[in-house]
C-alpha cells in the first residue's frame, strides 16, 4: 500500500467503515446459514441442549483461533509491503535474486512455490461460490414470508448478481463507502437480535467454555466431525480477509474486526443458540426467527443487502491476485484499472469479473439452494489455509528469524485446527465440494503453462537476437538513411538487440536518427517510489537506453512516465514518438519443451492476451508491431 499519501485520522475512519463493508461481508453473514447447516449435515443429531451448546462453543472458538489470532494476530503481519494473499506471502518465500523461474529453485522451494500457486488458484472457485450462496440464502428468507416467493428466489438471487458484478468497475473505495454503512447497519441488527434472545435464555453463554466443544465430540464422535465441515462456514472470510490487505491496511481491518465484527457475531451466534434451547424446532431457519414476524420484511431486504455486499470480499481478493499473478508472469496481460488515488492496491479487473459473475450464475442455477452450494462451500478455503499456514511457517523462520520450536510449536497448532476443518470438507467432494477443486486444478495448470510457455518463448527467440553492441556497431559502419524523429523499442536485455529491431534493419536497411532502447522492469515490491521509477543511459551518439521499474501492483504508463526525461541534448517530440512492438504468434509443435496440449493451451492464451499496446497505455497511431513466428 502506498505510503506517499497523507492520511488524515479522519480517513482512516472512513477506510475502516469501508473495509467493514468490502472485507467482513462474508464473515458477517454467515449467521444465515452456519448453525443450519450444521445440523443438516451432521445427520442424526438433533437440536438438543447439549449438541447446541457444543456447536456454538465450536463457532466461538474457531472465530477467535482462526480469524482473531490466526490471521489478524499473526497472518496479516506477514505482508509483503503492504500487500496480502497467498501469492503474496508466496513471493516473501521466493529468494530475492531469483529472475522467477520456479525450475531454478531447490526440489523444496520450488514444490513450496508450486504450492503457493495452488492454494491461489482454489481461490477462484471460492469467489464464484461465495457470491453465490450468500445471496441465494439471503432471497431465500423470502419463502418465510410467503411462499409464492418460492419460484422466483433464483431469478431474484441472478438479477442481484449481475448488479452486484456491474458496480464493480467503480472501484473499493466507492463501493465500500455504500457497503459500509449498510453492513454496519447490518451488524447493529444481528448484535440486537441476539441479545434479545440471550435475554430470554442466558445460559447459552455458558458455551464460552471450550469444555462443551470438546465435550461436542465426546457425545456425537463421527458426526460431530461431519458437522465440523459446516462450522467452518462462519470462518470462510478468513482468506478473502487476508487477500484483501493491499486494498485497505492492516489497521483498518484489525480495526472493524474487535469493535464491530465479532462483538456482534458472537452475540448473533449465542441468540441462535438461546433460540434453539427454548425452540428447538427453529433449527429450520434460527437466523430469521430470531426476528418477530413484522420484522421479517425489512430483515430480509437487510439480508439481501448485506449478502451482495457479503460477496465483495472474494471478489476484491480476487481482483488482488490476479494483478499479483499478472505481475509474477502466471498469467498474461489484462487489463487492470486502479480505482483509488490513496490506496494502490485497489484495482477492478474486467475480464475476471466476468468469469466470476458467469461463475456464480451457473452455480446458482446448477445447485438451486444454499443447502446444496454449501456442500461446494468450504473445501478450497480450507485446502488454502492449510497452504498459508505452511508457508507463513517458512516466512516465520527466514523473514523473521523465529526459532524452529516457537515457528513450529504456533502454525503446528495452528495446523491441527486447519487440518481438522480441511478433514471434514473433503467428505463433501461429492456432494459439490467436487467444483472448487476443479476449478483450483484448471487454474493451477493454466498458471503454470503460462509461466512454463513464456520461458520457452524466451529461448527460443534468445537465439534470434544479436549483441546490441555489436548490431550498433554494424549500422553505424554501413552509415544508413536516418528517418527522423524518435523510435522507442521494448527490449528486455540491456546487452541483447530487440528483434524487431534487427527485424525491420535487415528489411529496410534504414533506422530512425534517435533510438531510445526501453526496459520495463517489474520489481518485487508492490510500489516503486517516484524517484527510482527511471534511469536513462547513453549508449553513444543519439542512442538511449532507459528502464522504468514499476511495482508488481502498478499498472506501467510508458508514455505519462517518459514525457518528462531528457535524453542528452536531442529534442524530442513527445508527441511524435514511434513504439516499436515485436508481436510472436506462437505455434505448438512435437518439439521438445511442454506436452503438446500444454503448447496448444499456451498457445490459445498468447493470442487472446491483452497487446503491448494497451497493457503500456501507448497512443495506438504511434505504434508499430513487427511480427515474429515462434515454434515451441
Known amino acids: 500500500m502506498s505510503q506517499s499519501k497523507v492520511k488524515t485520522p479522519g480517513y482512516k475512519y472512513v477506510l475502516a467503515l469501508a473495509a467493514l463493508g468490502v472485507v467482513y461481508g462474508d464473515i458477517g453473514t454467515s449467521p444465515l446459514y ?55 506471502l508466496t513471493s516473501l518465500i521466493t529468494p530475492s535474486n ?21 492454494g491461489t488458484a482454489l481461490l477462484y472457485g471460492d469467489g ?115 487477500s484483501d490487505l493491499g486494498h485497505f491496511g492492516r489497521k483498518p481491518i484489525t480495526q472493524a474486526w474487535f469493535f464491530v465484527a465479532l462483538p456482534a457475531l458472537t452475540l448473533n451466534y449465542f441468540g441462535q443458540g438461546a433460540l434453539l434451547l427454548r425452540t428447538p424446532a427453529a433449527i429450520d431457519n434460527p437466523f430469521f426467527l430470531l426476528a ?24 476484491t ?69 492449510v497452504i498459508t499456514t505452511i508457508l507463513f511457517y517458512v516466512v516465520a523462520r527466514e523473514k523473521w528469524g523465529w526459532s524452529r520450536l516457537v515457528a513450529g510449536s504456533l502454525c503446528g497448532f495452528f495446523l491441527i485446527i486447519d487440518l481438522g476443518f480441511w478433514g471434514a470438507n473433503i467428505l463433501k467432494i461429492v456432494e459439490g465440494g467436487w467444483f472448487p477443486l476443479l476449478v483450483g486444478i484448471v487454474g493451477f495448470t493454466l498458471m503454470t503453462t503460462w509461466h512454463a510457455g513464456r520461458k520457452l518463448m524466451a529461448l527460443k527467440l534468445a537465439g534470434k537476437v544479436i549483441s546490441l553492441d555489436r548490431f550498433l556497431k554494424e549500422v553505424d559502419a554501413e552509415n544508413p538513411t536516418r528517418i527522423d524523429g524518435t523510435a522507442v523499442y521494448f527490449n528486455r536485455s540491456l546487452t541483447l538487440a530487440p528483434y524487431a529491431l534487427v527485424h525491420t534493419y535487415e528489411h529496410f536497411k534504414t533506422v530512425h536518427r534517435n533510438l531510445i532502447f526501453l526496459s520495463v522492469v517489474v520489481s518485487k515490491l508492490p510500489i516503486v517510489q ?32 517518459i514525457k518528462d526525461l531528457k535524453f542528452g541534448d536531442i529534442e524530442v517530440d513527445y508527441n511524435k514518438i514511434s513504439y516499436v512492438i515485436g508481436r510472436q504468434s506462437v505455434y505448438a509443435t512435437d518439439l521438445p519443451g511442454m506436452a503438446i496440449w500444454r503448447e496448444k493451451i499456451f498457445s490459445l492464451i498468447a ?18 508491431e513487427i511480427g515474429i513466428q515462434i515454434e515451441i
Open 607 to 624: 493470442k487472446n492476451e491483452i497487446s503491448a499496446t494497451d497493457y503500456f497505455q501507448l497512443p495506438k497511431d504511434r505504434v508499430v
Open 292 to 315: 418477530p414476524s413484522w420484522a421479517l420484511y425489512p430483515l430480509v431486504i437487510l439480508a439481501a443487502l448485506a449478502t451482495t455486499i457479503a460477496s465483495q470480499a472474494l471478489i
Open 34 to 88: 452456519a448453525l443450519k447447516e450444521a445440523f443438516h449435515h451432521g445427520n442424526h443429531m438433533l437440536a438438543n441442549p447439549q449438541n447446541v451448546m457444543g456447536l456454538i462453543s465450536l463457532i466461538f472458538w474457531s472465530l477467535m483461533l482462526v480469524i482473531s489470532v490466526k490471521y489478524l494476530g499473526f497472518i496479516l503481519r506477514a505482508d509483503d509491503k503492504g500487500e496480502g494473499g497467498i501469492l503474496a
Open 530 to 561: 517516484d524517484s527510482e521509477r527511471s534511469k536513462v543511459e547513453n549508449l553513444g551518439g543519439r542512442k538511449f537506453y532507459l528502464t522504468l521499474n514499476y511495482g508488481y501492483l502498478e499498472l506501467p504508463d510508458i508514455p505519462r512516465d
Open 128 to 242: 464464484m461460490i461465495t457470491p453465490a450462496i450468500s445471496i441465494l440464502s439471503a432471497v431465500e428468507g423470502l419463502s418465510l414470508i410467503t411462499p409464492m416467493f418460492s419460484p422466483y428466489v433464483t431469478w431474484i438471487t441472478v438479477g442481484i448478481l449481475i448488479g452486484l458484478f456491474s458496480i464493480q468497475k467503480h472501484g473499493t473505495n466507492s463501493i465500500g463507502k455504500i457497503f459500509g454503512p449498510v453492513t454496519l447497519t447490518w451488524f447493529i441488527v444481528i448484535a440486537i437480535l441476539g441479545v434479545n434472545s440471550i435475554f430470554k435464555t442466558p445460559e447459552i453463554l455458558k458455551a464460552i467454555n471450550p469444555v462443551f466443544a470438546i465435550s461436542f465430540f465426546q457425545n456425537n464422535m463421527w458426526y460431530g466431525f461431519v458437522a465440523l465441515g459446516s462450522v467452518f462456514l462462519v470462518v470462510t472470510g478468513g482468506e478473502a480477509l487476508y
Open 98 to 118: 531469483s529472475e522467477d523461474e520456479t525450475d531454478q529453485y531447490p526440489k523444496k522451494r520450488k514444490f513450496l512455490i508450486l504450492l503457493g500457486l495452488f
Open 317 to 385: 481478493g480476487v481482483f488482488s491476485i490476479t494483478m499479483q499473478a499478472v505481475q509474477h508472469k502466471y498469467s498474461p496481460r489484462l487489463h487492470i484499472a486502479h480505482t483509488s488515488e490513496k490506496e494502490s492496491g485497489q484495482i477492478y479487473v474486467k475480464n475476471m469479473s466476468r468469469f466470476l459473475m458467469v461463475g456464480a450464475i451457473g452455480l446458482v442455477f446448477a445447485f438451486k439452494s444454499s443447502s446444496n452450494l454449501a456442500a461446494a462451500y468450504g473445501l478450497a478455503v480450507t485446502t488454502t489455509m
